[in-house]
Structure formats: structure tokens, C-alpha cells
């Protein structure tokens, strides 16, 4: 046995056998064999990688996400005068309270020092994923607050001014025009914001911060290596919920079955793109390359039992991206491409599935008993 291939041995999976089964699934023309199929689906990413990239995925720098330029944040003041009702539900999360509870943590003072931190709160690296820096007056970083918004919907500075841009002064929010609305969506993200319209866009900075995709963190620190239970509905669902837009302010929906199937579908895709990029970064035979590998290994799998009952063809895109090499270390390049590859799908995904065709994995969502209200919930 080679060195870097003890990772196979660990991942229970056939690598070829479930990827032959996916593809003998037939997707949307029945007269096709599962050869050609591969062909027509490595064609279209072959355009999304090599062509036209302003109009489709974001490319991989766009994807750097757990770093929020500090320069950039405004702080969650700026989105409370108009979202109040967002604003409130975020103080009572756990993503709120991290900036008041952390640094007194006996696990988190001993995880730095493990790390060798002598404090937790300015410069080192859990300022990533528990708190949103700005750029103070000496023009050093300072943490202001915990997750907020800008943490999931983007820093905001180069996105606020069309954000709240209705098409002219004159224009009032009821009054704008369906057309200037979808503009302004695509300006916005143009500029930097993820919107929700896409939930691609905010799913993956979840797993960015949720798969904890920091070696050393993990393996020497003794930090835990990501919620290994994170699922994109359940854990938006409870807490963190904060629909009031269709509503006009009157009530926090949860949102519309169609939605779900569509944001479970691209939790799971996005769960594969990060959870590769973090196998891609492991060094060494540890916990953090194991709990990652597997994580892509039992995914991928679900993704399979996914295209079993929907028959999609970027699904298949997907699975045979995450297929498409072996869960080892000392491959880098490949993996990273593979996360890519399925990340690309999640994103055309997100913008061109509205859920009304998913209703065969309506048994996988789970129900609002499993929604997530944090370790302090009270009922
Ligand atoms: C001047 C008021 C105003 C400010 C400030 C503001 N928003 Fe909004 N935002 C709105 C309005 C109005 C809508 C609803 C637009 C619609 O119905 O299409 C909205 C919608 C949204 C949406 C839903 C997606 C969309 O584009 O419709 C998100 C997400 C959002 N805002 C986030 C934020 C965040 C984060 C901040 C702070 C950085 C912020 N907003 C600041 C007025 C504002
Ligand atoms: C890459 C993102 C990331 C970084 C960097 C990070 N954390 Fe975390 N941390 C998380 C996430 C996500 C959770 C929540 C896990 C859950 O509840 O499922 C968490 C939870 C925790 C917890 C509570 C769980 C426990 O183990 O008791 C502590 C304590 C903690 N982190 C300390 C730290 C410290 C200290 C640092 C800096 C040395 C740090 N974290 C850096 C993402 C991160
Ligand atoms: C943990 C990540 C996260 C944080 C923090 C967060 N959001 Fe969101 N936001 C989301 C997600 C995910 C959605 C889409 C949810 C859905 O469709 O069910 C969303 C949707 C929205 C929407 C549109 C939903 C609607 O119908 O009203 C607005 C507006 C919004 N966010 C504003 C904010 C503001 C303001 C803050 C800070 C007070 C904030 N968000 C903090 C992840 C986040
Ligand atoms: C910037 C990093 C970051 C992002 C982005 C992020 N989270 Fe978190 N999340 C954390 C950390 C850190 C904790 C743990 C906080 C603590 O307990 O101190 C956490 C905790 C949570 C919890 C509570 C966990 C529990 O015990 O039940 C939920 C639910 C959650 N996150 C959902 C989400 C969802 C959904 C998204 C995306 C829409 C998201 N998070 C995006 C870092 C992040």
C-alpha cells in the first residue's frame, strides 16, 4: 500500500461503482446512453470552467469567503434602521452571542493555547469564524462584533448604495418596477452581496465557517473539525431564521416547501465543494484529513440517493466531479478542481431550479422538529 493511500481504506465507498449507477440513471432524454451522457454533462463544465464567466459560477477568488475585507464592513447598525426585524431575531442566535461568550470560554482559552494565542479576540485566527472585523482608526483590525450580517451576506460597502436604491429618489420601495428589482439583484451581487435570491451564495459561506477548514486548528489546537450534523435546512430554519420580506414585517415564515427541496439540494452540493477543499488542504494522516474525507465520502452518497429520485443533470455533473479523483492526500490540485467543479453546479443550481420539479425528495427534509435553536434552547 502507497503511502497516501490509506484515505481509500478509511472511505468505505467503491469509488466506481456508485458513479456507474448515478450515470446509468437515465436524466433527460431517455434515448441517451449513460456514455454520451457523461460527454454532454463534462461538456458543460468544460463551458462553465473554460467560458463565459460573468454570467455564470463565481470564480474560485470570488469564493474566498471567510475573508470579509474589513474595509469594507459597515457593522449590523447600518442593516438594522431597515431590516429591525432581522436585527432582532440575529441578538438572539448563537452567531450573535459568540462575541460576548468566547473569550470566556474555558475549551476556547485552552484551544489558544493550544494555538499559542495570547488573546482570542484581536488578530489570530478565530477572528475568521467568530466575529466580523472592521478597520479601526490606527488602521489595525478590530473585532465589533460576532457573525453578522455581512458575515453571510457579504461586506457591504461596495453593495449598499444600489442595495437601497429603488430606481431614483422619487422611487418608493411598493413602487419600484419588477424589472429595476431584478437589476438591482444582479447589481448587488455584481457588487459583492450575497443574495439570497441565489442560495448558493450564503450556503457556502455556512460551510466555510461550519466545516472549520483549518489543519492545525483541528489536529493541534483541538478545536472541533466542523458540525459534522450541519444541514442547510434545519440549522436556517430555526434560530438563524429571519424571513419577514413576504410577510411585509408581520411574521418570521419559515420558507416555502419549494425553497427547502431547493436549499437542501444545494446544502448537500455545497457540503462536498467545502468538504473537498478542506481534504485538498490536509497534510497529515489526522483527525481533520479522516473527518473530511468521510465527510465527502458520505455526501457524495446522499447525492446519489438525490439523483436516484430527481434525475437532474447538474447533479450528475456533480457526482461525477466528486468522483473524479481520490480522497488522499498530496492532491491538491485535483481536489480542488473537483470542488470547483461541484461548487459550479451548486451555484447554476441555485439560480435555475425553483423546487416545483424536487417534490420526489420530500421525504429527505427534515421537519420543524429538527430545526436548529442552538445549544441554549429552551423548549
Ligand atoms: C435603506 C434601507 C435598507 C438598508 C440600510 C439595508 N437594506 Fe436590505 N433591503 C431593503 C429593502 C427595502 C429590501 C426589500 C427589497 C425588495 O422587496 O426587493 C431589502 C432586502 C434585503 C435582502 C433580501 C434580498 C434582496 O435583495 O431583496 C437582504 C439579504 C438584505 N436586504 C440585507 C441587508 C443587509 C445585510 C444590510 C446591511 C448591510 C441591508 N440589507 C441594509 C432595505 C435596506
Ligand atoms: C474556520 C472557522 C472557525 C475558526 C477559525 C474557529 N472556530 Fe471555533 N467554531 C467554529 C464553528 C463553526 C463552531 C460551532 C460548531 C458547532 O456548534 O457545531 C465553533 C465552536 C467553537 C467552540 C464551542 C464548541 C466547543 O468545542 O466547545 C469553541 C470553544 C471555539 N469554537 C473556540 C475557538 C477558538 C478559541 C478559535 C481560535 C483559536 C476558534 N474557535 C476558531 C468555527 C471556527
Ligand atoms: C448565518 C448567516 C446569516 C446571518 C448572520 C444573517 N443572514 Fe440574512 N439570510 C441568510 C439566509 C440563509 C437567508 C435566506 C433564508 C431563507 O430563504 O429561508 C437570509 C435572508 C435574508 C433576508 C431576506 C429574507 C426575507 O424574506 O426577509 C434579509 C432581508 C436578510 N437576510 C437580512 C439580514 C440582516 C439585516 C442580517 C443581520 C441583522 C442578516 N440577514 C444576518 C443568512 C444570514
Ligand atoms: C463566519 C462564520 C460562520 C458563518 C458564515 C456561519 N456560521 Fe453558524 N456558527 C458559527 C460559529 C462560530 C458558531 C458557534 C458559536 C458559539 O457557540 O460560540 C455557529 C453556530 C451556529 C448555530 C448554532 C449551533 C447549535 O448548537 O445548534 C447554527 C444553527 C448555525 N450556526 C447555522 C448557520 C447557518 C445556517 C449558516 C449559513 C446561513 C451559518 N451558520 C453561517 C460560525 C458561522
Redesign the pocket.
Known sequence: MQATDWLHEIVPTLLAEPLRRAQRVRTTDDSMTSQQLTCVCLATVAAVVCGSRASAAPTAEERRT?EQDPAKILGSDTCMKCHGNAFEVWKGTPHYATFRT?HR?P??KE??HN?G?RS?KRG???T???YTSQVAQAGQHRAIEGISCESCHGAAKDWIAVHRDYGGLQVRQETETAEHKRWRREQSIAAGMNNPTNLYLIARNCYD??T???EK?VNI?G??AG?LDFELVAWSQGAVRHNFLRTHGQANAVSETERLRVMYVVGVLTDIEYALRATATATQRGKFAVVNANRVANMRQKLIEIQALVKDDLLLEAIEASYATGLKLDNKAALLEAAERVGAAAYRFAESRDGTKLEAIDAFLPGPEAYRYGRNRKD
Open positions: 471567510l468566547l470560554d475549551r476556547a484551544i489558544a494555538m494565542l482570542i489570530g485566527i478565530c475568521d469564524c467568530h465557517c461550519h472549520v477548514p483549518n486548528l489546537g478545536h472541533q458540525s
